[in-house]
């Protein structure tokens, strides 16, 4: 396992390196995570890819000096992977926040893609995601100056959590996200970043429909963010996506998912 870095513009981009299989995946972490998240996966993956994971902006050893990214920094970021691989064609893969990316990049890639596969992916129908996405970024770059210092707004969801209107998961996520420097450059600089990160879901079933391009999804049983019924009803309209459930949460990627890909990769020969 390597590790190499990136240069975009005045960014440098972490990727994590392994594998030796005939074919390439870059694979794309969700909010929170970083590229080694995927290293669990290796046994199953390395036998047929060469993997290259990306520490995403405001994540891991990625070093971002802006204040957000977008859809055109991410597609130059595969780009120069591609690039430094030495390919043309290749797999994708995303988990969560990671999936809604490339989703997002389809338009860009479709046409270069042999696979994809999609852990827990954000970016079909994820609870509470509607507003966040559709917030006007002004409002949002408002926020972000409100909050600079939280303390009044924790202290506010603190009262409300007390009343009962307020879940302990948002109280918990403000708490562990806005307190810190960089976990507040992170949470505005993807929260800044989502809408170029949206992609109608009737463009993506669009897109995989026509493409032909197999696609595995894979679903925590126990997902509460993600709906399972607008999933389903997607990957039974499109006869290329096959879909794999797994007794877990949000967070599939982990020793289950390993076996569960290992077997379904021996399956397909």
Known sequence: MTSFYLEHRQNRVHCLHFGAGERLLIA???YGDRARLFVVLAEA???????????????????????TFSKHDMAAIVRQVLAHEGRERFNLMGFSFGARIVQALLPEFIQQLDKLYLLSPDGINTRG?????HTPLWVRRLFARLLRRPQW????LRAGRRL???PGLILNFVQFNLTRP???RRTFGCWFALSTFYLRRRRIKALLHDSGIPVDVYFGAKDEMIRFKTLKK????????????IDEGHRIVGENLREMMDAAQGEAG
């Open 129 to 133: 995601m509607w507003v966040a996405v």
């Open 28 to 30: 794309v972490h969700g």
């Open 234 to 245: 997607m990957t039974d309209a499109v006869p290329n996506m096959q879909l794999f459930l």
């Open 45 to 67: 993956l390395a036998k047929n890819y060469t993997v290259v994971a990306i520490d995403l902006p405001f994540h891991g050893q990625t070093e971002w000096h802006e204040d």
């Open 153 to 156: 707004f924790i202290a506010l």
């Open 182 to 184: 960089d976990r507040f």
């Open 164 to 166: 009962g209107l307020v």
